[in-house]
């Protein structure tokens, strides 16, 4: 089955085509556009390329495509891409503003341009279904409930990969193969002893998952991206009384708190520097107090989450990195994990300095919790869903 992987942005387009097999997966092209304006232009000329290039010999070879979608209103899982999953991204437009939009173009485009080919969306928010509600809800009226406001969580896709990976490197087969069949037969059956592993998904957006058997059970995202940890440039987590203090005091309009909350705040507001963390460590050793304020709050946030979950699952077996920043953040991975010997993880130093963007076990050989890093999959966690779906309907 041939599986296109299409990563729509808001001013960018990306794929991977796969070969899956029942018994693994091929990846035969990628590629990827920039500053796009013209979605269905970009999308015909990726079509192009891949015959062109002699990877395949007409677009019709294309089975399916698979779309990474953030998340619709009353609409979860991984579903077919048609008219309802569409209506459901534009009816929560607003909450993913950058996101939703593109994903929702990006499906109309496909189903054009590629009409025989069947297209299945993973929403993000898949992986919390199984959050216990007295997490997954605020204490808010029920009206508001009513209109879908709840924790939802983001980086799906990142976690699962992250939930089934740990789980094999901790000789887990049991718990990785009942993650990754997650979606079609539900929570795996926990069995044994439990595993607890916490995984961050540190990059422009970042989060952390806190994750029981290979399922999540919470996780630092809530109701928008717009939430948790600190973002490149978004806020993270904010007192809701610090948004009508601000635009009263400020005098902000509803529309320019909201701009100033996701363009001009997070890692960028913070530091004054750079919304990419690189600049930002540059900016702090060269004596840049609001740079240095920058990581550490970065640092502080993400360990407050770890805990919260490491006490919510009644201890820890593996801390995971992944993404951007855990892949490279070495300095930064040091500070997540200092001072933690009184709860048995001890990160060994060397290892942790020699490690970069590849698949490594950190930790001390005394130390009785993992430290992996996991570098980012999505598109295969999404290959791999859109497989399961597509062989399940046939
Ligand atoms: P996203 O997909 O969410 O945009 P990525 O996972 O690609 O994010 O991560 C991007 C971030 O990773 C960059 O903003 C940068 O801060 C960080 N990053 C990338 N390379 C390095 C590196 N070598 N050292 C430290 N941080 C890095």
């Known amino acids: 089955m041939l599986v296109l992987i299409a990563n729509l942005g808001s001013t960018s387009f990306k794929y991977r085509l796969y070969r899956m097999e029942s018994t693994g997966q091929e990846v035969l092209a990628k590629g990827g556009y920039e500053r796009v304006t013209d979605y269905a232009a970009v999308i015909e ?15 019709d070879e294309i089975d399916a ?6 998340l619709g209103k009353d609409l979860s899982g991984c579903v077919l891409a048609d008219d309802a999953c569409v209506k459901a991204l534009e009816d929560f437009a607003a909450v993913a503003p950058a996101h939703n939009p593109p994903y929702a173009n990006g499906i109309r485009q496909f189903a054009q341009s590629l009409p025989n080919a069947k297209l299945v969306a993973l929403f993000e928010t898949a992986f919390y279904q199984w959050v216990p509600e007295a997490r997954s809800t605020y204490a808010l009226p029920q009206s508001w409930r009513d209109a879908g406001i709840r924790r939802y969580g983001f980086h799906g896709a990142s976690h699962k990969f992250v939930a089934e990976r740990s789980a094999e490197l901790l000789g887990r087969d049991e718990v990785a193969a ?4 997650l979606y079609q037969q539900g929570p795996a059956a926990i069995t044994g002893k439990p595993l607890r592993v916490v995984s961050c998904h540190l990059g422009g957006s970042s989060s952390v998952t806190g994750i029981l058997n290979g399922v999540a059970i919470g996780t630092s995202m809530g109701f928008s991206p717009q939430s948790g940890l600190p973002q490149n440039n978004r806020v993270g987590d904010l007192d809701s009384g610090a948004i009508p203090y601000a635009m009263k005091t400020l005098g902000l309009t509803l529309e320019e708190a909201e701009r100033q909350l996701t363009k001009d705040s ?7 520097v750079s919304n990419d963390i690189r600049d930002i460590n540059e900016a702090s050793q060269a004596g840049n107090a609001n740079a ?5 709050h970065l640092i ?8 919260a979950f490491a006490w919510q699952m009644g201890g820890l077996d593996a ?7 855990g892949e490279n953040g070495r300095e930064l991975r040091a500070a997540v994990c200092a001072g933690l010997e009184e709860f048995g993880l001890v990160l060994d130093e060397q290892r942790n300095a020699a490690c970069r963007a590849v698949e490594a076990e950190l930790q001390a050989d005394h130390s009785r919790v993992k430290v992996f890093v996991i570098p980012a999959n999505e598109e295969l966690v999404l290959a791999r869903e859109v497989y399961r779906k597509i062989s399940s309907l046939s």
């Open 292 to 296: 240095t304020l920058a990581i550490d």
């Open 65 to 70: 495509v698979g779309f990474k979608t953030v």
């Open 300 to 307: 502080d946030s993400i360990r407050h989450w770890v805990g």
């Open 266 to 272: 997070g890692l960028l507001g913070l530091s004054g």
């Open 178 to 181: 009942g993650t990754a069949a």
């Open 45 to 59: 000329d990726a079509l192009a390329t891949l015959t062109k290039d002699g990877v395949i010999a007409s677009a």
């Open 319 to 325: 801390l995971v990195f992944t993404a951007g920043i």
